[in-house]
Structure formats: C-alpha cells, structure tokens
C-alpha cells in the first residue's frame, strides 16, 4: 500500500497559481498537478472544487435561475438539488437548497 503523505495546507499563493494553470491547461489535473512539488491530480481536483464552492456571493441572475429551476424540477423528486444546480454554474446542489431555504424573497 502507498505511503500517506501528511496533509499540507493550501496557501493563497498556491490557490492563485492552481486558478492560473487550470486557465491554462483546463481541468488535466495531472498536468497542473505537476506543477506543484507536493500536490497530485486528486488533491488539485479537490482543492479547486472547494474553491469553486467557497464563493458565497449571489447575482440577482443566478437567483433568478435558481427560481427557475426550483420550480422546473419540483416533481423530480430523487436527485432534485443535483438537477437544480446543474443549471447554475459554479454553485453546489448543497449551496442551492440552503440559498432556496434562507432566501424567502425567491419562493414568491
């Protein structure tokens, strides 16, 4: 079995270098992985998907899809927040439910 190597934090300078390269190279994550001396592709993969997520920020757009999608898939009853952020770019299935639940405005 591999030896586990002990985790090491991101820095903000290794997150801006891993959002250059991915504008880069896309999502190889080999490739961008070996760019860096102690991150492998799952590490990149992981960490730029936290980052994607991170962003907390709302556009009065990406309320409006969120609306838009709530209402479209409300009778798909298995994998309903999955098919609902399928239609917001860059925000998690997690993220829509709890913006759906916090946000009264949108369920008008």
């Not at 190279?25 to 993969?45: E, N, Q, V, Y």
Request: aromatic letters at 10%; a positive charge; glycine letters at 0%.
């Amino acid at each position: 079995m591999a030896e586990r190597t002990p985790k090491i934090s991101w820095t903000p300078e290794e997150d801006a270098y891993l959002m250059n390269l991915i504008k880069e190279h896309g999502t190889s994550w080999a490739t961008i992985a070996s760019r860096f001396a102690h991150r492998d592709a799952k590490s990149c993969k992981n960490r730029h998907q936290y980052l994607k997520r991170r962003s907390i920020d709302w556009t009065d757009e990406e309320d409006s899809k969120l609306r838009q999608a709530v209402e479209d898939n409300r009778k798909a009853f298995n994998e309903y927040w999955k098919l609902v952020a399928e239609r917001i770019p860059n925000k998690s299935w997690q993220q829509c439910e709890k913006r759906w639940n916090s946000i009264p405005k949108l369920k008008k």
